[in-house]
């Protein structure tokens, strides 16, 4: 089977740096994403990782290590805004599986 | 990045009526769109993919005949769910995957919100 595992919450000040961690078990797959969501909004896309190692764009970073079976989203210079719910995602060819979710608290 | 539009954004029926959502890919052609469920701070819950010009693929629980989802051409899928009852309310979104060799991205719909009276 599959599973994606993911803290509930996390808390962070405002300014600060957060990781959100995920770890994974799946029998395959070709890359891990990251999607954040604002209550009463859709998802939208944070990220992709289809090989191991850091990509970057802008404040937010996401990693892979497939031998880990581990990833994580690393959020830079926290502002207000940045308070949503963020998914890992895992990409298969037959399906998307989307993890539980971690809601991201900021401190002012 | 890519929109795509989901219409209704809100829809109130009465219990036994069915309701029709369109999702639309504007800016590419998405041979596979995808539809979803959330409840209150939960997460997604895959309810069906749906592949242009074949039959739609359902997650383990989802009755087909309830939610008829029909994926016509490469840029409009259709979600019906049928005989809508009160436990149907939900926040119902869909999504257009968007796949090339460095990305695999799903445009994400605004979502519509169905309350079953």
Redo the contacts between chains.
């Keep these: 089977g599959q599973s994606l595992e993911q803290p509930s919450e996390v808390t962070a000040v405002e300014g600060a740096i957060v990781q959100i961690n995920c770890t994974y078990q799946t029998s395959g797959f070709?890359?891990l994403?990251w999607?954040q969501q604002h209550d009463g909004?859709?998802?939208?896309?944070l990220s992709?990782n289809?090989l191991d190692g850091l990509e970057e764009t802008g404040r937010f970073s996401s990693f892979l290590s497939r031998s880990d079976s581990y990833g994580y989203l690393l959020l830079q210079e926290l502002q207000m805004k940045d308070s949503a719910s963020y998914?890992c995602?895992l990409?298969r060819d037959?399906?998307?599986?989307?993890?539980?979710?971690t809601r991201l608290h900021i401190l002012p | 990045g890519a929109v795509v539009s989901q219409h209704p954004s809100r829809v109130i029926c009465k219990s036994g009526t069915s309701v029709k959502i369109e999702c639309r890919s504007l800016d590419f052609q998405a041979t596979t769109m995808f539809w979803y469920r959330q409840f209150p701070k939960q997460s997604l819950m895959l309810m069906a993919t749906s592949n242009e010009g074949s039959k739609a693929t359902y997650e383990q629980g989802v009755e087909k005949d309830k939610f008829l989802i029909n994926h016509a051409s490469l840029t409009l899928s259709t979600l019906t769910v049928t005989s809508a009852h009160p436990e149907d309310s939900s926040f119902y979104i869909c999504s257009a995957r968007f796949r090339d060799r460095s990305t695999d991205t799903q445009y994400f719909g605004p979502g519509t919100r169905l309350t079953v009276l």
């Design positions: 070709y890359g994403s999607y909004g859709a998802p939208t896309f992709y289809a998914f995602v990409n037959d399906k998307i599986i989307f993890g539980k979710g």
